[in-house]
């Protein structure tokens, strides 16, 4: 058994050491090694009390590394004293005394907002201790209000609250609030009520004999020693992984994540990991970052979802306005949905039936690029360009047209940028110029084909498009789900080529990666195409049930707050500069073939042979054998085939930049060049 506990209180001197020396004092007879841990203290002698007492041999300074003389607040003690928070010295202390006893009892100071030093309390002290609380109350008037809001912030907090205990620390019988407090508490606590401590008129063993019956012990102990479930076992059980062969996971070792942390995320292992592709593209300023937690629970305490069929909610219609502000030009109008593949689906129907409302009833057909990938949905999977994912479903898709997309590294025409003057695109002309007629839209990633393998366009293409796609009367569906919200180093991809799409898709970061929501933006021209007499019937006739989530909306709204009010697309210049000479360093190595990026997308092309640009074969999975041994190293990246793929959180620092960049070289060097 090996366990520490967190005493916390409602207030200063409320007992929390005469409760420590009871439960240390309890455990012991049961026969249980205690040790104490009183990180920080503010005069007084509580440690060398609870050292004494218990017969610790633990050096004081162990037991209590931070003592300050003024009985002050530890953050305004330390700074009167001309000290610093040493949180290193605490956390070492910690895990020595924890190593040394079975239980380990962690005395707090004052209560859970008492500042450690600016920005860190003693709730955050827990978290980073990661321990089961118990609240100590004082029995009289005035708990309950103290109880309940201190029982109601640790669980906000995200503590693990083991309970209450009630200390009488006043002599003489109990007066009628002290009688009834205990009944109060735990009829509105949803915390267990572990123990009432009765005044103690002298503190030794003979009269902790006497009360031995008023505190829980077991319960204490027992919800402290809940059984560790088996995640990963329960995962394999009940779970289909997407694009997962459910076989391969089955017999392989797998992380379940319980907990994130800016960029990082923490698996059931105990291990951190840095989140290489932000969650799969999503995340944007890190895990449990204050000010997107803060916006859910300010909305959740409003509502959290009501239809946007027939009704409207506030968080959306801020959004939309903020949308259209940051958005190219001329997109004026937002439909909401939840997901890439359905903005997508959208953004194909609203073209199609744009056409029909206006009259111009052939044009019909949608073209897209090769090594498109738009959503997994069927109409999404219609306009995709990828046959490893694509080809199975093809008896049930719509019949499209396809053109060649610039690949740069795989030139169909073997010519080479920029004197191939965009060849590549002329095939895309002439489909435009011969089927104009029929074609509704062209559909587009713009600049960056992420899922393909981080397929990054020579510079003129994307402007290029827009100019065909305008000559030949063909709309313009910009898909930015994955390429929206600075992760190319500015807002949108549209805008390094100052493209105006006539329809924009977005999702992915649109939440900062925590909720699903996603939009599609149109022009006022395609909107006003839909807007007639009821009997008409030009309506879209499309929606989905949670679109519009007034959660989701807000964190997004919060999302865009921080991009303004941190600089995020400014602060990304120094770090798309580090990652683009370090990239370089990565040329050197036999089995890359192709290193490519734009902002923090980066793809890095592994290939059997460097000079005739031979791909691994798919079954020798070089790059789940490269993601294997990053993760060994504690990165989680998720490999496009052989393209290892580099897309971290845009909070990203640069020492965690230079982490993930200088182990994925190793990582590739080992595995493609020793096989190791
Ligand atoms: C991820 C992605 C999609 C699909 O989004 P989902 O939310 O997974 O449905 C569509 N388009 C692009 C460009 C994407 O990267």
Do not use: M
């Given at each position: 058994m090996k366990k520490a506990i967190f005493i916390t209180g409602t207030d200063t001197?409320?007992?929390?050491?005469?409760v420590s020396f009871v439960l240390a004092t309890l455990l012991k007879q049961i026969g249980i090694d205690v040790g104490i841990f009183k990180p920080v203290q503010c005069a007084g002698n509580d440690a060398s009390f609870l050292k004494n007492r218990l017969n610790l041999d633990d050096p004081l300074n162990i037991i209590n590394p931070?003592?300050?003389?003024?009985?002050?607040?530890?953050?305004?003690?330390?700074?009167?004293?001309?000290?610093?928070?040493?949180?290193?010295?605490?956390?070492?202390?910690?895990?020595?005394?924890?190593?040394?006893?079975?239980?380990l009892i962690v005395e707090g100071a004052g209560g859970l907002l008492v500042p450690l030093k600016d920005n860190y309390f003693i709730k955050d002290l827990i978290l980073e201790l990661n321990l089961p609380?118990?609240?100590?109350?004082?029995?009289?008037?005035?708990?309950?209000?103290?109880?309940?809001?201190?029982?109601?912030?640790?669980?906000?907090?995200?503590?693990n609250v083991l309970g209450v205990i009630l200390n009488q620390d006043t002599p003489g019988i109990r007066n009628l609030a002290q009688h009834s407090n205990p009944g109060v508490i735990k009829k509105l606590n949803c915390t267990p009520l572990l123990g009432i401590l009765p005044h103690l008129a002298k503190i030794d063993t003979a009269h902790i004999n006497r009360i031995k019956q008023n505190i829980d012990i077991e319960k204490i102990l027992k919800d402290e020693a809940a059984p560790k479930n088996n995640w990963q076992e329960k995962d394999k059980r009940y779970i289909w992984h997407p694009f997962t062969q459910m076989k391969d996971w089955n017999e392989e070792?797998?992380?379940?994540?319980e907990e994130g942390k800016g960029n990082f995320l923490k698996a059931t292992n105990g291990r951190w990991y840095l989140d290489g592709v932000s969650s799969l593209w999503v995340n944007v300023h890190g895990h449990r970052k204050p000010q997107l937690d803060e916006a859910i629970i300010r909305q959740l305490k409003k509502i959290s979802h009501s239809t946007m069929l027939g009704l409207s909610n506030i968080p959306a219609i801020e959004l939309a306005e903020k949308l259209v502000d940051i958005a190219p030009q001329n997109l004026s109008k937002v439909f909401y949905s939840d997901n890439g593949s359905t903005a997508v689906e959208i953004a194909i129907k609203i073209c199609y039936q744009?056409?029909?409302?206006?009259?111009?009833?052939?044009?019909?057909?949608?073209?897209h690029l090769d090594n498109s990938y738009h959503g997994d949905s069927i109409g999404a999977v219609s306009v995709g360009g990828i046959d490893l994912f694509h080809k199975v479903y093809h008896p049930l898709l719509f019949k499209t047209f396809s053109a060649p997309s610039p690949y740069c590294y795989r030139c169909s025409l073997e010519k080479s940028y920029p004197s191939c003057k965009l060849a590549c695109l002329k095939k895309l002309e002439d489909l435009l110029e011969k089927h104009?007629?029929?074609?509704?839209?062209?559909?587009?990633e713009p600049i960056v084909q992420a899922a393909s393998g981080i397929i990054v366009w020579p510079k003129g293409a994307l402007a290029r498009i827009r100019k065909l796609c305008s000559r030949y009367d063909c709309l313009l569906i910009v898909d930015e789900v994955a390429t929206g919200f600075g992760r190319t180093g500015k807002m949108f991809a549209c805008e390094h080529e100052d493209v105006r799409p006539d329809i924009l898709c977005v999702?992915?970061?649109?939440?900062?990666?925590?909720?699903?929501?996603?939009?599609?933006?149109?022009?006022?021209?395609?909107y006003n195409a839909f807007l007639a007499p009821y009997a008409q019937m030009k309506t879209f006739f499309h929606g989905h049930t949670y679109t519009g989530n007034a959660l989701a909306c807000a964190v997004s709204l919060a999302n865009l707050d921080l991009f303004e009010k941190e600089k995020t697309i400014e602060n990304l210049k120094p770090k798309i500069a580090l990652l683009k000479k370090q990239l370089q360093t990565f040329k050197i190595l036999k089995h890359v073939g192709d290193i490519r990026q734009l902002g923090l997308m980066v793809g890095v092309e592994l290939v059997k042979d460097k000079f005739k640009k031979t791909p691994y074969a798919w079954e020798e999975k070089i790059g789940i054998k490269v993601c294997n041994r990053l993760r060994e190293k504690g990165i989680i990246l998720r490999p496009l085939g052989n393209v290892i793929v580099l897309m971290p959180p845009l909070?990203?620092?640069?020492?965690?930049?230079?982490?993930?960049?200088?182990?994925?070289?190793?990582?590739?060097?080992?595995i493609t060049e020793s096989g190791l």
């Open positions: 001197g409320v007992g929390k050491t005469v931070i003592y300050l003389k003024h009985a002050l607040s530890p953050a305004t003690a330390l700074r009167l004293e001309k000290k610093v928070f040493d949180k290193r010295k605490i956390l070492k202390c910690f895990k020595e005394l924890q190593k040394k006893h079975d239980v609380t118990i609240i100590v109350a004082r029995l009289g008037l005035g708990t309950i209000n103290h109880t309940l809001l201190t029982v109601n912030l640790a669980k906000e907090s995200g503590i070792e797998q992380l379940v994540i744009y056409w029909q409302n206006i009259g111009t009833i052939n044009k019909k057909k949608f073209v104009n007629k029929k074609i509704a839209a062209l559909i587009i999702a992915k970061s649109i939440s900062a990666g925590y909720l699903p929501l996603a939009a599609t933006l149109t022009t006022e021209k395609i909070a990203i620092s640069r020492g965690e930049l230079e982490f993930l960049i200088k182990n994925t070289f190793e990582a590739i060097k080992q």
